[in-house]
């Protein structure tokens, strides 16, 4: 049954008679929801993950204590055993008898959930409790509704983010009833054999294990996910349309670096299941010096050296190296013959620098084998291009020189901190058996559309005709 796990709403009361005016009037408005009454062996087996809203009874009958900040901490604690709290766009409305609850509640998250922080607080009992006002008729579906969607009037990017969610989950909905309606029900097995042609259309012909047969068959599905996702009519909502100005205009100023990289790093590369054993176009590896010779990077016997060839590092952009070079260029005007020993020394430190910085560098291989080759299982030999990444600290090392393709600064998969990825169309190997003699799992893999590009700008270089010049 997983794949009815969809609530994004989670009321917690442990009184169900109290609490079913609600879950109708959630029912009412087309929005699912999973109840708990806060006892221990009633709650999920783990945290639900993907809750948005939490409806919360603060004095929980379970908890022993008449206490007000012991019922609330306990409630707090249960709130933690049902709902997965690392998620920080998540609003609690709740309803109390007592006045003073709200500020025990504001206290007992500091203490209780100190890493927590609640999109929003809502109350909807004072005096009276909200159930009371639902058993009287006087709290509607639509009040209710109106009450919470008044709290996201300055909350534009949750607004976004939730409609992008739920479009999402409508438009994977639609895929679905799309491949059930293409299916012939006289045929026996006709939806399952309309799923393997869609799965042979992205892995084709190659011999895949069970695991990956589903792996092959969602990216089949996303093109047709991502179509019905364009096609979504009712989003965006009167709510987030009215804000999209700003969006606009914030979208022309600049995040923080360390952002840009991060959502660079989603946008460009993916990683690879620990599952995904076969090595395919876009794949990408990372030498190490404690790689195996079942790394096509060893097996190439292929050093940082190579890649670097004919390309300049300006040395004298790092500080440190920069430091000893003017050092050793006073040292150089001077006629005496005594500082021989000094120019030596500064040399030495200077190219010992030097390679301390080149051995932050590390050559990298991305298989650029033709998509086809590899589905149809006629690809005898694999194609790779060289080059080479390094720490963002060195980003101004680099020359720009026309046979190389840099991508921007990014945070890559199993990298810490920002990396630059470089490759140099100079150096491109093949390799026979790739599935005998390739054993290592690659660091990541390029998204489609970025392959693509950088398909297209090799194949551009290798093709140059070139001609005769004495100049």
Same mark, same amino acid.
């Given at each position: ?5 969809? @609530? ?109 922080? #609640? ?18 008729? !006087? ?28 479009? &999402? ?53 996303? #093109? ?26 914030? @979208?022309?100023?600049? &995040?923080? #670096? ?34 195996? $010779?079942?790394?096509?990077? *060893? ?35 001077? !006629? *005496? ?18 390679? @301390? ?48 393709? $840099? ?25 026979? *058996? ?7 799992? #690659? ?29």
């Amino acid at each position: 049954m997983n794949g009815l796990r969809t @609530s994004r709403v989670v009321v917690i009361d442990d009184d169900l008679e109290c609490a079913t005016p609600l879950l109708l009037s959630l029912a009412q408005l087309g929005i699912g929801a999973a109840y708990f009454n806060g006892e221990v062996e009633q709650l999920p087996l783990r945290p639900l993950t993907g809750i948005r809203l939490v409806f919360l009874d603060l004095r929980l009958q379970s908890s022993v204590s008449i206490d007000g900040d012991k019922q609330i901490q306990s409630t707090l604690n249960i709130l933690k055993k049902t709902v997965d709290l690392n998620n920080q766009s998540i609003g609690i409305v709740f309803w109390t008898r007592y006045d003073e609850d709200v500020a025990i509640l504001e206290k007992q998250l500091e203490l209780t959930l100190p890493e927590f922080q #609640p999109l929003f607080l809502m109350n909807l009992g004072g005096k009276e409790t909200s159930v009371n006002q639902w058993n009287k008729g !006087t709290f509607s579906p639509t009040k209710l509704r109106d009450s919470v969607s008044r709290l996201f009037e300055k909350r534009l990017s949750e607004t976004l983010l939730w409609e992008w969610d739920q479009a &999402v989950h409508d438009a994977a909905t639609q895929t679905v009833d799309v491949i059930n309606n293409l299916s012939d029900p006289s045929v026996t097995d006709n939806s399952l054999q309309l799923l393997g042609a869609l799965t042979v259309a992205s892995c084709g012909q190659i011999d895949i294990l069970p695991i990956d047969a589903v792996h092959y068959l969602f990216e089949s599905l996303n #093109p047709i996910h991502f179509d019905q996702l364009e096609n979504q009519t009712q989003y965006p909502s009167e709510l987030a349309e009215k804000h999209t100005k700003k969006l606009i205009r914030l @979208s022309k100023t600049k &995040v923080k #670096p360390e952002q840009a990289a991060r959502l660079d790093g989603m946008l460009l590369v993916a990683s690879i299941s620990s599952t995904d054993k076969i090595v395919q176009p876009g794949d990408l590896f990372i030498g190490k010096p404690d790689s195996s $010779r079942y790394c096509p990077i *060893n097996r190439f016997e292929m050093g940082i050296n190579d890649v670097l060839d004919r390309i300049e590092l300006k040395f004298t952009k790092d500080a440190e190296y920069k430091k000893k070079h003017e050092e050793h260029k006073k040292e150089l005007k001077k !006629t *005496n013959t005594s500082n021989r020993k000094k120019l030596l020394a500064l040399t030495k430190s200077m190219e010992k620098r030097k390679q @301390s910085i080149l051995d932050e560098f590390r050559p990298v291989l991305l298989d650029v084998s033709p998509k086809c080759d590899f589905s149809q299982n006629k690809r005898p030999i694999v194609r790779f291009l060289g080059g080479f990444i390094f720490p963002d600290k060195h980003r101004d090392l680099l020359s720009q020189p026309d046979f190389i393709y $840099r991508f921007p600064p990014c945070v890559y998969p199993g990298l810490d901190g920002i990396w630059h990825l470089v490759f140099n169309s100079r150096f491109s190997y093949g390799l026979k *058996n790739p599935g005998r003699r390739i054993r290592t799992k #690659p660091a990541f893999r390029l998204r489609r559309s970025v392959f693509t590009d950088v398909q297209v700008w090799f194949a551009s270089r290798c093709a140059r005709p070139g001609y005769m010049s004495v100049s």
